[in-house]
């Protein structure tokens, strides 16, 4: 696997809400790129765009329309070399969101696609063969082309879905996934992303990886097929290139070749037991019910994490990372079921656990969830995706426009977090996440790929320690008490000294006999 991922950190942008370089009121590449130095100086080397392509913007630019031209709001395709260059200056890599599953309804396959005479493009989406034909399982869509046709869609209404083929052919419209239309359309997304590699990008997000190929088998055979094809050009065109899946089964992503799985927020996994654990969202409002792993006064032990995370790291830490996030542009902010308190806990454990780190804009600073209408089909996540809080001048320094064109209100709140403010406290949740990045990369036992052990976790014990390292690193012991009593961690061996690293109050030692209290985070050496 690549070198650079055992270090890399990654800092999430949706790139409308970073900093608005132009005055128009959104976010753009160049305001990016004004920013890398702060991005830096988190501790983050490596960024994650969503997609900044042309777009009608019904799903946020998950509705591509044109995948070789930068959105016209965000810039030009030389605004986006320049900040690849800007971001290889600092050493730093940069992810496009690639979105191979489907395109917008405005893409020009898909309008080429749609018109009654056959053509060069009719089979880059799934179509059927009449005009009341069902998508057999999927859903589709009728009435609404000149073909004789209903098509296949991937997400929403805007999204058709493009045609990689079908593991099981059960209807005749339904093609194997070495059909020529199938072959076609996997060379027309090789040729998407050589286009970005040539330009200087390090690499894809890729959405919705999984979903390639329709009737696949339970364990994803065709599509892995599909991915091992895909991945083994990139690898083979640009040897330090990664890709990093949203598919949340690395035992399958890392083995089609991925360098990278996410571990995703779904309802009631291993993930959301940590930090989110809401029972559902009514009205865009989260309902946190303070069961998360994290919550002081939750009585969640760690084996709920543990028993879904554990059996995929291990089974895969040979082949690849599986990466915990803060959050993302389709989850809820962390802050909305976390406290500050908390969240330095949780940020601490996510940050020093194996993979490599994905930390969502804003989150360092506590960006707060917004209850706010829909905007460009995010519904509950559009509360997520608010302008970046910098300071306290208009817009809180996000956009010099008047504040009702900016493309979501920025936190009304009048203790609003911002960076500067959080820049000056020593004491900052900023400052305490600038700390533990420090830590990790200054730590080789803390890379993304050094052995992970759990060394305790019980059912009922709100504690939780683990190992990292080897001979070759190094080896520490990693201990975190999210509740509101102290306890007592039994340990196979004797730490080494004082603590490299605490939050809270500072732990205590007896032999053998590590005693963390309450709402503390301790990192030891070990022989
Ligand atoms: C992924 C993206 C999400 C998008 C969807 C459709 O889940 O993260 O934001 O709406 O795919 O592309
Ligand atoms: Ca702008």
Known sequence: ?????????????????????????????????????????????????????????????????????????YGTNDDLKALFAAAHARSMHVLLDLVPGHTSEEHAWFRESARPEKNALSGRYIWTDSWIENGDGMPFIGGEAERCATYVLNFFKCQPALNYGY?????????????????????????????????????????????????????????????????????????????????????????????MDFMLDWQGNGYSWLVRNYDGVTEGEPKNIGKAYFCKHSTTDITKFLDDWLPSYEATRADGLYCLITGNHDTLRISAGLDEAERRLAFATLFTLPGAPFLYYGDEIGMRYQKLPTKEGGYN???????????????????????EKLYLPVDPAPDAPTVAAQERDP?????????????????????????????????????????????????????????????????????????????????????????????????????
């Open 381 to 403: 996540r559009t509360g997520s995706r608010t302008p970046m809080q910098w300071d306290a001048t208009a817009n809180l320094g996000f956009s010099a426009a008047a504040a």
């Open 427 to 527: 004491r900052s949740l900023l400052n305490t996440v600038r700390a533990i990045l420090a830590l990790r990369h200054g730590t080789p036992a803390l890379g993304a790929r050094a052995p992970f052990a759990v060394e305790y976790a019980q059912k009922g014990r709100r504690a939780f320690a683990w190992r990292r390292g080897d001979e070759a690193t190094g080896r520490l012991l990693c201990a975190v008490n999210p509740g509101a009593e102290a306890c007592d961690v039994p340990l196979s061996a004797a730490v080494q000294g004082a603590p490299l690293f605490t939050l809270g109050d500072a732990p205590a030692v007896r032999g053998t006999t590590l005693t963390l209290p309450a709402q503390s985070f301790a990192v030891f050496a070990l022989a």
């Open 1 to 73: 696997m690549t070198d650079w991922l055992n270090d890399a950190v990654f800092y999430e942008i949706y790139p409308q809400s970073f900093l608005d370089s132009n005055a128009d009121g959104i976010g753009d590449i160049p305001g990016i790129t004004q920013k890398l130095d702060y991005v830096k100086g988190l501790g983050c080397n490596a960024l994650w765009l969503n997609p900044c392509f042309d777009s009608p913007f019904k799903d946020a630019g998950y509705d591509v329309r044109d995948y070789k031209k930068v959105a016209a709001r």
């Open 167 to 259: 593991g099981e052919c059960r209807r005749r419209w339904q093609q194997p996934i070495d059909s020529p239309d199938a072959l076609a359309t996997r060379d027309a997304v090789w040729d998407i992303m050589r286009f970005w590699l040539d330009a200087g990008c390090d690499g894809f997000r890729v959405d919705m990886a999984d979903s390639l190929v329709k009737n696949d088998t339970p364990d994803k055979a065709y599509t892995v097929k599909v991915w091992r094809d895909l991945t083994a050009r990139l690898k083979a065109h640009s040897p330090e290139a990664v890709m990093v899946s949203e598919w949340n089964h690395p035992t399958q992503s890392l083995r089609a070749g991925f360098d």
